[in-house]
T-cell receptor
Framework: AQKVTQAQTEISVVEKEDVTLDCVYETRDTTYYLFWYKQPPSGELVFLIRRNSFDEQNEISGRYSWNFQKSTSSFNFTITASQVVDSAVYFCALMRGSQGNLIFGKGTKLSVKP | EAQVTQNPRYLITVTGKKLTVTCSQNMNHEYMSWYRQDPGLGLRQIYYSMNVEVTDKGDVPEGYKVSRKEKRNFPLILESPSPNQTSLYFC?????????FGSGTRLTVV
């Protein structure tokens, strides 16, 4: 069975703090893809990153970074120097192979206060 | 511009009144899918379609129907909506690189 767990339901930080959103996944497949999406208050889903199971390199994009560790089945997302505009619900998701359905975690609501 | 278009964005309806939420994509993708999002539950898949005339149930198909008569369109049909179908709905299409989501349809059934 495949599953994505985002244990943090809600996180609140003060602007400029660093924050890490956790994502743990379960799959027996050797080929899979992991995603992060952002859902701002306006409701749309914004794609942030896609990572395949064969690429464990960490990635940095501006203030965002992702740490993928197959040994612990985790794909954590860190926002450095958080800003109020980072306030959103963040979803981690898993796709089986390149043709599978997308399975979402329950999301983490991040509130960044000024 | 590559996009998935859902309509309407907002809908309030009464219990039992049939409704259809439309979804259209302009990317010639074979795979399309519907999700519903509920607080504390994340996004759950309702139905998906691998290609024209090929549809299959997702995790929460009860109370919904879909059709895929042409590649670009994948409407979601609620034959007899109930209040527990009040939710935020997303349509998506997929390439091998990932998913493109529509802007969402916020449905309220009273």
């Amino acid at each position: 069975a495949q599953k994505v767990t985002q244990a943090q339901t809600e996180i609140s930080v003060v602007e400029k703090e660093d924050v890490t959103l956790d994502c743990v996944y379960e799959t027996r497949d050797t080929t899979y893809y992991l995603f992060w999406y952002k859902q701002p208050p306006s409701g749309e889903l914004v794609f942030l990153i896609r990572r395949n199971s064969f690429d464990e390199q960490n990635e940095i994009s501006g203030r965002y970074s992702w740490n993928f560790q197959k040994s612990t089945s985790s794909f954590n997302f860190t926002i450095t120097a958080s800003q109020v505009v980072d306030s959103a619900v963040y979803f981690c998701a898993l796709m089986r192979g390149s043709q599978g359905n997308l399975i979402f975690g329950k999301g983490t609501k991040l509130s960044v206060k000024p | 511009e590559a996009q998935v278009t859902q309509n309407p964005r907002y809908l309030i309806t009464v219990t039992g009144k049939k409704l259809t939420v439309t979804c259209s994509q302009n990317m010639n993708h074979e795979y399309m899918s519907w999700y519903r999002q509920d607080p504390g539950l994340g996004l759950r898949q309702i139905y998906y379609s691998m290609n024209v005339e090929v549809t299959d149930k997702g995790d929460v198909p009860e109370g919904y129907k879909v059709s895929r008569k042409e590649k670009r369109n994948f409407p979601l049909i609620l034959e007899s909506p109930s209040p527990n179908q009040t939710s935020l709905y997303f349509c998506a299409s997929r390439t091998g690189l990932g998913y493109t989501f529509g802007s969402g349809t916020r449905l309220t059934v009273v």
